[in-house]
């Protein structure tokens, strides 16, 4: 049988606020445990949370990059359940009034068509801490910095169709956030984790089929796979006469595994209500406009505009304008080393493969952009051979040393472009290779342009390596060709 | 509107809260009364009301995003029952 997935996610994003979201205390990562867990943050009796106008502020953000309606009026709401890494006994949450309402993101799919995925709402909420299960004589530790950090938690409609489909939403979701700034966008510090809702149904069939939802998923590549596993599960289950369960499932990245969670009925039972401690919030038009007003540019926007301004292709200007650090590094590599078609080679190539080779986010280039963009300039100039240039990203990347121009005299590798010097090496190999200047005079133009690489090898290893093959090849052809 | 054993030792275990058998009967007669009392006022014409979700007329104020909290820990850990390596040491849970 033929099956249709049907997919829809819910995201927590960190928003990038100094402090919490009812409290004072810091929400820099990597803090010693427990650090910056205030009394409010503990749930110490007598203590009233004081919400973070930032939160609001990013939210309302999110929800003009989103195109979504903005409430005036919001609610926070208490959702009750017991673990020891929520101190209060419950989160407090959005429900019935959350800050942004239906809005949308486009994605591109593979083929190069668009497609609008619908988003149902967003709304803010606090973080839980961190518990800690490694045996502290048989109790869990607990670090309760995270606690209270802010979230706002975006939930789209079941419009996904394909893993996919689903990745590129979330790579695209991942670029706006960071762009407009709300979210570093640190996946493997947790900043942006994603839950999974998945269902099949026969080809044609309208009504939706039972869903499970993956949780906690925090790269695009968990994602992929947990999806792609999660629809084979179902598929088997379904095919073998079964019954798809609602619950909720693990996956864990390391081992590819995915698992249920063995959770009580009642446990889904939050009773949320309004949370007393809290009075609604209500955002006005001034305040909206004064986000509006200081929105930064959109990854769309700057696609366009690196087309138009760099004259990269719509392919490139899509993968360097989709993700804010790219983008940034995309920029300061063209301000200090000029050509963008160079710096677009560089950044896709050898930077990305980096990046990918040791699943680094662009935010972590150990690499910055005045670096590359100081190497382009010494590629355009002739100083660097294409590869003496790998070297000397190399030994950036690896923090041998932070000046490109010190490294290129470090390493030894300017290239030799002096005519008179680099004849001189022509002539004494050639003296030598008497048989193959033969050999390729009485060769036609075809065989000539394959046996002159011949010639290439013997002079870049008497010049060192440093000869400039662009020269070498002129010389040689003037000498040997008649 | 009444409140069966049933409700009330489910919500008691949602709460986390102990009851026997004598409480749940005490529970159901004072639960009962109370849902007496929502009854009544179910009964007024909230037509044109809109709901309200505090009591307050007021707006909640906004606090400016700076740090304001300094590290307590120590203080904050004097009282728990147990800690190691600066983490609050609970019975051990697993998922």
Not at chain 1, 58 to 72: F, K, P, Q, W
Not at chain 1, 230 to 247: F, K, P, Y
Not at chain 1, 298 to 305: E, N
Not at chain 2, 17 to 24: F, G
Request: net charge negative; with cysteine.
């Amino acid at each position: 049988m033929q099956w249709d997935v049907v997919i829809g996610l819910e995201i927590h994003v960190q928003l990038a606020t100094q402090t919490k979201i009812f409290s004072g205390s810091s929400t820099a990562y990597g803090a010693e445990p427990n650090t910056q867990a205030s009394a409010v943050d503990l749930a110490m009796p007598g203590t009233l949370p004081v919400a973070n106008e930032a939160a609001f502020r990013y939210a309302v953000m999110l929800g003009l990059a989103i195109e979504a309606d903005i409430s005036r009026r919001s609610v926070f709401e208490r959702k009750n359940y017991f673990y020891p890494d929520l101190p209060k006994g419950y989160q407090t949450t959005q429900l019935a009034q959350p800050i942004v309402g239906p809005g949308h993101v486009d994605i591109e799919l593979a083929d190069g068509r668009q497609k609008r995925i619908r988003i149902h709402h967003a709304h803010l909420e606090e973080d839980a801490g961190k518990s800690l299960h490694e045996d502290f004589h048989g109790m869990s530790g607990i670090d309760l910095n995270r606690a209270g950090t802010p979230l706002i938690e975006i939930v789209t409609e079941p419009d996904m169709r394909s893993a996919d489909e689903a990745v590129a939403f979330a790579r695209k979701l991942h670029g706006i956030v960071t762009s407009i700034g709300i979210c570093d966008g640190n996946m493997s510090q947790g900043s942006m984790r994603f839950d999974v809702n998945v269902s099949i149904r026969p080809k044609g069939e309208d009504k939706l089929g039972t869903r499970t939802e993956t949780k906690n998923l925090n790269s695009f590549r968990f994602m992929e796979q947990a999806i792609h596993q999660e629809v084979e599960r179902q598929i088997d289950v379904l095919t073998d006469g079964g019954a798809i369960v609602q619950e909720t499932r693990l996956y864990d990245g390391d081992t590819q595994q995915s698992r249920s969670m063995r959770t009580k009925e009642e446990a889904n039972d939050y009773r949320y209500f309004p949370c007393p401690d809290l009075l609604p919030v209500v955002i006005d038009d001034a305040f909206i406009a004064h986000a509006r007003q200081h929105l930064p540019e959109l990854p769309d926007a700057r696609k366009a505009r690196f087309m138009t301004a760099y004259g990269l292709t719509d392919y490139d200007a899509g993968l360097l304008s989709s993700g804010a650090a790219m983008a940034q590094l995309f920029e300061d590599t063209v301000k200090h080393g000029k050509d963008p078609k160079l710096a677009a080679n560089w950044l896709l190539g050898e930077l990305s493969a980096r990046l990918n080779s040791e699943d680094r986010e662009p935010a972590n280039c150990p690499v910055t952009g005045a670096q590359l963009g100081a190497l382009i300039l010494r590629i355009s100039d002739g100083t660097l051979s294409s590869s003496g240039a790998k070297k000397v990203f190399e030994g950036l990347w690896d923090g041998e040393a932070t000046d490109v121009d010190s490294l290129i005299e470090a390493r030894g590798l300017r290239q030799v472009s002096d005519t008179a010097a680099l004849e001189q090496i022509v002539d004494t190999v050639l003296a030598d290779m008497g048989e193959q200047i033969a050999q390729y005079q009485q060769a036609d133009d075809k065989k000539r342009k394959k046996l002159l690489g011949g010639f290439m090898g013997p002079l870049m290893k008497a010049s060192g390596g440093q000869g400039n093959p662009k020269l070498f090849n002129e010389i040689l052809r003037r000498k040997l060709d008649r | 509107m009444t409140i069966s054993r049933q409700d009330i030792e489910k919500v008691a275990l949602l709460a986390r809260i102990r009851v026997d058998d004598q409480e749940v009967t005490a529970l159901e007669q004072d639960l009962g009364n109370i849902l007496g009392l929502v009854d009544q006022l179910q009964a007024a014409d909230t037509e044109a009301t809109e709901p309200m979700a505090h009591p307050l007329d007021a707006v909640q104020r906004l606090r400016p995003d700076v740090v304001s909290e300094s590290d307590q820990r120590a203080a904050f850990q004097a009282i728990a029952p147990a800690t190691e390596n600066g983490l609050y040491l609970v019975p051990r849970v697993i998922e």
